[in-house]
């Protein structure tokens, strides 16, 4: 007899094992990490002290590292999403941008609503942008199959220089390189507002956005029809349209469903932090980031969310590591490692070499199988 | 002389499977021996280790006389043993050239020199009578030039010894029986022959001695002459095999499948279905036989919507359902069990659970509320694995942990518990052993004696003549001929199947 | 326009075109050998950014650009084989592997910079290769190397085996061509090739390394390969043609267009190469699919 309670405890048992690879992929790295710290003559444990106090010390650091985490959930769970079908929405960078840009606009061009309804239009406006702007990928992929990720890059770039285009024209600030700002009634509620504690950090609702946008993509992915389909044209296209699942709708969808992710990451960091756009040198990060966080995270809601806070506690806690005389970019090769660790499938890789051997003595001994 | 070819206590495990156990093999010279098993039994690995693609985990091997160790195909070349695969190990957009020479190229200073190579692919297809056309992409030749090109690569490295995997696979009757005179000519020029069939009859036509293998272990090595099929396909199962299937009369209806002058183009747009008329009724097993690749991929493809049609109607119990997508086909009644269980008919990823329900996943029985209800998914997975006798622990485990059989009976259970009134079952038994065979063919029956029409399309003609109550022949995109079962002989189906007259021939 | 004849422009416009195809034919030429073995190599753009600091880094420890040229071969080598060894034993998806690189390699590069030259942004000017004519050591060779590469792939023995394991692995295995050593040696080629790549953008037409001096050259190199249909020479052509649509840049204030618009045309050009004009390109059968022997 299925019960309520057995399925819950099936859940939680799948999804710590699909953690339990990237944990100790993790735990390697910053073992690596320690060992590159140590070389340079400082002690590992200083550094990584620095980095918790840097990004959880006081109540204002706490709140700065959640102003970056929350993005860093969305583009995760917009790649992490991605992947179910089977693509590497690469162009979740481009989409950021995009969405950032789009909601400096509503949040402008809209005055004179109620604070609610004008913050709502706006993420939506930046969501929706990031997702048109994806779907041009998943367009290009299913009818034509261009591949996704030279497209996504390059809409990257093509959305590097149409934001700034349009910060420097249509919504520019004269003489500065940065947009207008946004209306009051369309910034995210600040936790300072309330709370002194978080006087001097520019933590926002966006937090709460975000982690209630990665349970709703669990539920999508895994508890409904689409989430079946989607996941299905990511394992097998040819058995998904045998199964009479429409394979180029997916992809589409897939890819839209991305990208309204990673383009309400952009909208939240213009509604919540900065309040306009900035001409742009460069990228902003977040969207690559993002790929390290949904590799780490092994592509699973709840590991995205985890992975999330380990690379903000990363990014947060390196000017502090700088401080105790340890070069913060050490977080930027840790990075690069725990990625190298996580891409190439080591653990996994090992771990079953390890099984096949069992299973081959096993054999081995017995004769004639069933 | 010592025997060309000894392999002794020959051992080799897999994960989970003892493919190899305590073998004993050896090869006269002069001979042609085939090695009899059914799928899975173990004989494509024996000779895979002597071709040196697989280590032996225990055993040693004696090429005449000498102890060798085959640790790479170039070691087994060098020692002239030669393969020829089961699935054609052919570059496609390479020449017949290229793929002779690849690996022994002959060679002008740092460049390829291909006039060369040219010449003596020539030279030796001459010497053997192997036609093959030396400049012909391998992408546009012939099945049948395929296989004399596969076969022309071993005897350019010199080999003595030609191990040939299933070569009868892709063959028409005819074609089957200019292999065996082939064979035997190339025995007459001093080569030894291994032959790997499941196939009984080429065993008595084309073979001097015949190993069988069953489970990894050697049961019998026996000289041809003093044995007869009813042994060998006892030896080869371990029990009395019925080599007939058991049917009554079909009872047959109204159509259910008609299919009108239907044209389908293939994927580089030439046609592969020029103009194909047919009926399939209620309660009637249609067979359609032919050799791969002359259109029936074609033909199901664009009845179940995986394809579209270029002209020409298919109708379903009375409804158009030309140029339809696969899920309106679905709806409209019709099961399939698509020839490749891997591509098509399962999503290995996903568990049992999520597999039982591809295809009816839309359907309101697994809903609750906005989403799905897993709860009555695996309840539905568990009805079927306890119907169909589905060896596995649970609903849970993913597909691709399943045996080949398995896999097959959790797609035939899915497919035929929907109730369809339309089946088209499409190598519905490759690759199973014959436990697994018998109880397909079981279902499939029972389905058309419940009053349900079904298209099988088979490569293997003893199933189709076992099952079919028509028998409809494809030849070239074209039905050539149907007969009634009772008046198909082998001969008749194998004529049509080469494309020649049935009446002429006679 | 006063005073500048046509002649003059179209030669401004051809020789900033030649320049700027260099480094992408260095790179799709590398790229040509990864993926004609069967492998993706996505990690151009990663490499390329090895390449130019390491050349920039070993110029400046030795004061000879020659030694430059080789650090970059070097480095690039080495990720080639790093990239080779994960994709081929870990037989991970090699995507992910590439850009696993691609983000390790500017982590690594910044890092490097701040501790060498103590700032992040730029390193100092070093010793470079001046040009000889109209153009530099980097343009002459990469021609040539065009020619050569054309006649490895479809001339010599090395080239057919090459292509064989990318269409085929499991033919060339039975034959005896050993599909793992190929494609170590042609994705570590790759890796040579796309560091030669970059160094020609940090020693060949400048002389120091800027931070995202790149600008995801490795990526439109790969779209070139891809445009030319995996040949060398049709590679070359589709490079000189994104080299055009970047060098229209050197006359851009002459242009009536927003100057963002002709950043983007490149982006623009690539995406309307791969999509619009070669579509659903048929690649090399078993690119991108790790080999496994003995499966069925």
Redesign the interface.
């Known amino acids: 007899m299925e019960s309520r309670k057995n399925e819950l405890k099936d859940s939680i048992i799948n999804t710590l094992k699909e953690i339990a690879y990237p944990l100790i992929a993790i735990l390697i790295s910053f073992i690596a990490g320690g060992i590159l710290v140590y070389s340079f003559g400082k002690s590992p444990v200083v550094a990584y002290t620095a980095l918790i106090k840097g990004s959880f010390g006081d109540w204002n650091k706490f709140g700065e590292t959640l102003v970056t985490v929350t993005p860093l959930i969305l583009t995760g769970l917009s790649i992490a999403f991605g992947f179910k079908c089977n693509l590497f929405n690469i162009g979740a960078e481009g989409q950021f941008i995009m969405g950032a840009v789009a909601a400096a606009w509503a949040g402008w061009a809209f005055t004179g609503l109620p604070a609610i309804l004008h913050v709502t239009l706006t993420l939506l406006v930046g969501a929706a942008v990031g997702g048109l702007w994806a779907s041009i990928i998943g367009w290009l992929k299913a009818k034509i199959g261009s591949h996704e990720v030279i497209n996504g890059i390059m809409l990257n770039y093509i959305a590097l220089h149409m934001s700034n285009y349009i910060v420097m024209t249509l919504l520019n600030e004269p003489q500065k390189a940065y947009s207008v700002a946004i209306a009051d009634t369309a910034k995210l509620w600040r936790f300072s507002q309330a709370f002194s504690q978080f006087k001097h950090s520019r933590m926002n609702t966006g937090i709460i956005i975000a982690l209630v946008v990665a349970l709703a993509v669990y539920y999508l992915l895994n508890k409904t029809v689409r989430g079946y389909e989607i996941r299905a044209v990511g394992f097998n296209p040819d058995a998904a349209e045998y199964g009479g699942i429409n394979v180029k709708k997916n992809i589409i969808l897939a890819m839209l469903i991305s990208g309204l992710f990673a383009g309400l990451a952009g909208a939240i960091m213009t509604t919540g932090v900065q309040y306009r756009v900035n001409s742009l040198f460069g990228f902003t990060g977040y969207g690559l980031d993002g790929i390290s966080v949904a590799l780490v995270g092994n592509n699973h809601p709840i590991g995205v969310i985890l992975s999330a806070f380990l690379f903000g506690i990363l990014q947060k806690g390196g000017p502090q590591m700088q401080i105790q005389g340890i070069p913060k970019e050490v977080v930027g090769i840790i990075q690069g490692i725990i990625i190298l660790f996580v891409a190439s499938n080591l653990v996994r890789v090992i771990v079953e070499n390890i099984k096949q051997k069992k299973e081959l003595k096993k054999t081995a001994l017995k004769e004639g199988v069933e | 002389m010592p025997a060309v070819i000894e392999m002794k206590g020959i051992g080799k495990s897999f994960p989970g499977i003892r493919a190899n156990d305590n073998i004993n093999f050896t090869v006269e010279h002069g001979e042609i021996h085939v090695l009899l098993g059914e799928n899975g039994a173990g004989k494509s690995t024996l000779m895979n280790i002597l071709y040196g693609l697989y280590q032996p985990d225990e055993g040693e091997i004696y090429v005449k006389g000498k102890p060798v160790k085959i640790s790479n195909p170039n070691i087994a070349i060098s020692h002239g043993i030669g393969m020829v695969h089961q699935h054609f190990m052919l570059v496609q957009p390479f020449t017949v050239t290229e793929n002779i020479i690849l690996g022994n190229e002959p060679r002008k200073g740092t460049a390829l020199d291909l006039d060369k190579a040219k010449k003596d692919v020539e030279e030796i297809s001459k010497k053997y009578e192997l036609k093959v056309d030396s400049r012909a992409i391998v992408r546009d030749i012939s099945v049948g030039m395929q296989q004399r090109v596969e076969i022309l690569k071993t005897l350019y490295r010199g080999a003595e010894i030609l191990i040939l995997d299933e070569p009868t696979a892709v063959l028409t009757p005819q074609e089957i029986e200019e292999l065996g005179i082939i064979l035997k000519s190339l025995v007459k020029q001093g080569k030894s022959i291994i032959l790997i069939t499941h196939k009984l009859k080429e065993v008595m036509s084309m073979s001097d001695r015949v190993t069988i293998v069953r489970r990894g272990k050697v049961i019998d090595t026996l000289k041809t002459k003093d044995t007869n099929i009813d042994e060998l396909a006892e030896k080869m199962v371990g029990r009395k095999v019925s080599l007939t299937v058991e049917k009554k009369e079909a009872n047959v209806g109204n159509p259910i499948l008609e299919i009108k002058n239907l044209k389908v183009l293939d994927n580089r747009k030439l046609e592969a279905v020029k103009g194909v008329d047919l009926q399939v009724h209620c309660g009637e097993i249609l067979g359609i036989a032919g050799v791969d690749g002359n259109g029936q991929n074609e033909l199901v493809q664009a009845i179940t919507g995986l394809s579209k049609a270029k002209s020409g109607e298919i109708l379903v119990n009375g409804k158009d359902i030309t140029n339809m997508t696969s899920k309106e086909v679905i709806d409209s009644g019709v099961g399939h069990i698509p020839e490749d269980r891997h591509k098509r008919g399962l999503i290995l990823s996903y568990s049992l659970a999520e597999n039982a329900i591809l295809g009816s996943h839309n359907s309101k029985r697994f809903r609750k509320g906005m989403g799905l209800s897993y709860k009555k998914i695996r309840e539905y997975c568990r009805k079927l694995i306890k119907e169909y006798d589905i060896r596995t622990p649970s609903e849970k485990v993913l597909a691709k942990s399943l045996s080949g059989g398995n896999q097959q009976k959790l797609i035939v259970a899915r497919e035929i518990d929907r109730d369809p009134s339309l089946c088209i079952a499409s190598q519905p038994t490759r690759g199973l052993d014959v436990g697994a065979i018998e109880f397909v063919h079981k279902k499939l029956i029972q389905l058309r004696d419940e009053g349900k029409g079904v298209l099988l399309v088979s490569l293997e003609l003893d199933e189709v003549m076992d099952l079919s109550d028509r028998i409809a022949v494809m030849y070239d995109g074209k039905i050539v001929g149907i007969l009634d079962a009772k008046d198909a002989t082998e001969k008749r189906l194998g004529i049509m199947m080469a494309g020649g007259n049935v009446k002429n021939a006679e | 326009m006063e005073g500048v004849g046509i002649l003059t422009v179209l030669s401004i416009v051809i020789t900033a075109s030649i320049r700027s195809a260099t480094p992408l034919i260095f790179s799709s030429l590398g790229g040509c050998f990864s993926e004609r073995s069967g492998v993706f190599n ?1 990690a151009l753009d990663g490499i390329m950014t090895i390449g130019a600091f390491s050349a920039v880094f070993f110029s400046f420890k030795t004061g000879s650009p020659w030694m430059g040229l080789f650090g970059a071969m070097l480095m690039g080598g080495l990720f080639g084989l790093l990239l080779a060894f ?1 994709s081929i034993y ?4 090699q ?3 590439g ?3 691609n ?2 390699a ?3 590069t ?2 490097l910079l ?2 060498i030259w103590g700032r992040p942004g730029q390193t100092d000017n070093v010793e470079y290769f001046k040009a000889w004519g109209p153009f530099n050591l980097f343009t002459y060779l990469a021609f040539s190397m065009v020619i050569v590469v054309y ?1 490895v792939m479809y ?3 090395f080239g ?2 090459i ?2 394991v990318g ?2 692995p ?8 050993n599909v793992y050593v190929i494609r170590y040696i042609c994705v570590t080629i790759s890796g040579i090739l796309a560091g030669i790549g970059g160094a020609s953008l940090s020693i060949g037409s400048l002389s120091l390394f800027r ?2 001096m790149i ?2 050259k490795g ?1 439109i190199a ?2 070139a390969l ?1 445009f030319g249909k995996w040949n060398p020479i049709g590679a070359m052509l589709a490079c000189l043609f994104f080299g055009f649509a970047d060098a229209l840049q050197t006359i851009a204030k002459d242009i009536p267009i ?1 100057k ?2 002709l ?2 045309l490149p ?2 050009m ?2 309307l190469a ?2 619009g004009f070669v ?2 390109s048929v690649g090399p ?1 078993a690119g991108g699919i790790p080999y496994e ?2 499966e069925k």
């Open positions: 996505i994960l870990f037989r991970a998806n995507v992910i592997v850009t696993a690189i983000i390790l500017v982590s690594l910044t890092f701040v501790e006649y001339k010599t023995p057919l085996r292509r064989s269409e085929h499991r033919a060339a295995d039975t034959l005896g061509v931070e995202g600008a995801g990526f790969l779209a891809i927003p963002e618009f950043f983007a982006y623009i690539t995406m791969v999509s579509g659903r059968a022997k003995g």
